[in-house]
């Protein structure tokens, strides 16, 4: 009997803490590994920590299907289900840990090491990864396999109650079964510290929050157009002509809303220019500002869909920042990168035409909201945010589309992306009954850049009925239409279709969102009992 607590008991059971305990101990131990990486990177390097690291190359990798349908599924909490998945899949690996370093030891460290190594390539293959981001992962992988270590011994040389072998070190057996229970509690303890602290710490963006609460935004220089009168229609639920910020529907790949300091931001603009230029946060703000209305909408926008919003920008035209690079003969493409390495293809024209590109400071009167890009991101008027919208900017490259492309166009998105003529009904809803007699229909229409002529309904494929289009505030928004329509008791379909100001009416053939924009009849059901 070279290690007593290795051998049967008189039960037959081997010696040391119950099975279950194992497991239990791997977990408590990746529980407090992690929450200290976390917490490393909460001190060190705020938007790439170990968990939204490997959650962002989670994001970057999974096929593009996949991802359409984890946004459809989950709507907005993709992200959380994502973390939450990670954490899960963390959990397995740890009790996993446990189980095998009680077994060997040695295996369980190896396992918990392995995981490290992924946590430490995720960390330092992201864009906004600082050298010291380096330390979360390895902060986590040490940690973890410590506590792993000292809780699988003290559970090995846990003898179970009323066997009569002795311990290792002459422990006796209540003691050592305490030992082994109060570093459990010990650990497991550090690990909800640990979390709670991080949570706190790594609010990051409570810092930049800070930034953004004390920014005054400056006059514009060319204010927006005045909104015509007749813009808005008194039709209840009808989407609200401007989209309140706090309604305005967010899209991007960021697992952690980048937290930037403005007077750290700069923008590069880089590549196929006459003049390589770099702009502060200050230089910007000096500049003469221009303030629009400008619809912007997704191209993952299902026809009726909501991915969609109307807003008053705040911004700087792209095309004088342009003017002053010099774009060199050839170039065909500017491709912006954010923070967090995402990046857009946008046609070169589209940012040096008289449309009002922007970079963007202000949103709806106040300064970019975070999630929507602060402190500055891009809008184009006309095309859809995956080749123009860039939030968190920090480089402009002029560029071709032969030698570069954006975030999308590799994952089975188009290389170019108008926005498509579209128009929805927001009321009467789908699906609803409805009061016999007059029904009031009402919704909005785009065709950025181009204008909606006419927007025309039609019941149970019957013949198109035109409906009143509200004034538009420039062809670069949205426009509201109304239309009220008798009906008697039944089942009722009901379609829209708009026809944009070069007399083109949209589309009834069904086209999905990939990879340039759906297509199709915004349809929806009414019942009149
Ligand atoms: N940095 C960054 N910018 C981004 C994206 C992104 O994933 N990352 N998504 C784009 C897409 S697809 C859209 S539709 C718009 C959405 O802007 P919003 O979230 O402010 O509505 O942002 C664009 N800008
Ligand atoms: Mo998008």
Not at 385 to 404: H, I, P, Q
């Amino acid at each position: 009997m070279s290690t007593p607590v290795r051998n049967p008991t008189e039960t037959g059971r081997p010696a040391g803490g119950p099975r279950l305990w194992a497991p239990a101990a791997g977990l408590a131990a990746g529980a407090a590994g992690i929450a200290a990486g976390e917490l490393t990177a909460g001190f060190f390097s705020p938007l790439v920590s170990p968990v939204t690291a490997l959650g962002g190359a989670v994001i970057d990798a999974v096929p593009p299907g996949v991802k359409d349908l984890a946004v459809q599924l989950f709507g907005t909490a993709d992200k959380i289900v994502l973390v939450a998945s990670i954490v899960v899949v963390a959990g397995f690996l740890a009790a996993l840990a446990g189980i095998l370093e009680r077994r060997r030891t040695g295996f369980g460290l190896a396992l918990a090491g392995l995981a490290g190594v992924a946590g430490l390539t995720a960390v330092v293959t992201r864009a906004q990864a600082s050298p010291q981001a380096a330390l979360a992962p390895i902060v986590a992988a040490v940690a973890t396999m410590l506590l792993l270590r000292m809780l699988i011994r003290r559970l090995d040389t846990w003898v179970p109650r009323g066997s009569t072998v002795p311990v290792e070190g002459g422990e006796p057996a209540p003691l050592a079964r305490r030992g082994f229970l109060n570093a459990m509690t010990g650990t497991a303890l550090a690990a909800v510290v640990g979390g709670a602290v991080t949570t706190i710490l790594t609010r990051a963006t409570a810092v930049a929050s800070g930034f953004r609460n004390s920014l005054t935004l400056p006059a514009p220089a060319t204010p927006a157009q005045t909104v015509p009168a007749g813009a808005s229609l008194s039709v209840a639920g009808i989407s609200a002509l401007v989209t309140p910020n706090a309604e305005f529907y967010r899209i991007d790949t960021a697992l952690t809303v980048p937290a930037i300091d403005p007077p750290a931001w700069k923008l590069k603009v880089t590549g196929m220019v006459e003049h390589e230029i770099e702009l502060d946060f200050a230089e910007l703000l000096a500049k003469p500002m221009t303030e629009r209305h400008i619809t912007i909408a997704c191209v993952s926008n299902n026809v009726g869909g909501d991915l969609i919003g109307n807003a008053l920008w705040l911004g700087w035209p792209v095309r004088e920042l342009l003017a002053m690079a010099g774009p060199k003969a050839g170039a065909d493409m500017v491709l912006s990168t954010s923070n967090d390495g995402w990046t857009a293809g946008t046609p070169l024209e589209a940012l040096t035409d008289d449309r009002d590109a922007l970079l963007v400071v202000g949103m709806n009167g106040e300064p970019l909201p975070l999630e929507h890009g602060f402190p500055v991101r891009m809008i184009v008027p006309g095309l859809y945010g995956f080749v123009s919208a860039t939030k968190w900017l920090t480089e402009l490259k002029v560029t071709r589309f032969a030698d570069d492309t954006g975030y999308w166009t590799p994952r089975g998105w188009s290389d170019h992306g108008p926005i498509k003529t579209q128009s929805r009904i927001d009321v009467p809803r789908s699906g609803r009954s409805v009061q016999a007699g007059k029904v009031q229909f009402g919704g909005v229409a785009w065709a950025q850049h181009r204008g909606i002529d006419r927007v025309e309904l039609r019941v149970n494929r019957g013949a198109w009925q035109r409906a009143q289009l509200a004034s538009a505030i420039s062809t670069d928004t949205w426009y509201q239409w109304q239309l009220g329509i008798d009906l008697t008791p039944g089942d009722y379909e009901v379609q829209v279709r708009a026809t944009d100001a070069t007399g083109q009416p949209q589309t009834e053939d069904k086209a999905p969102v990939a990879p340039d924009g759906a297509t199709g009849y915004h349809t929806i059901n009414v019942k009149v009992p």
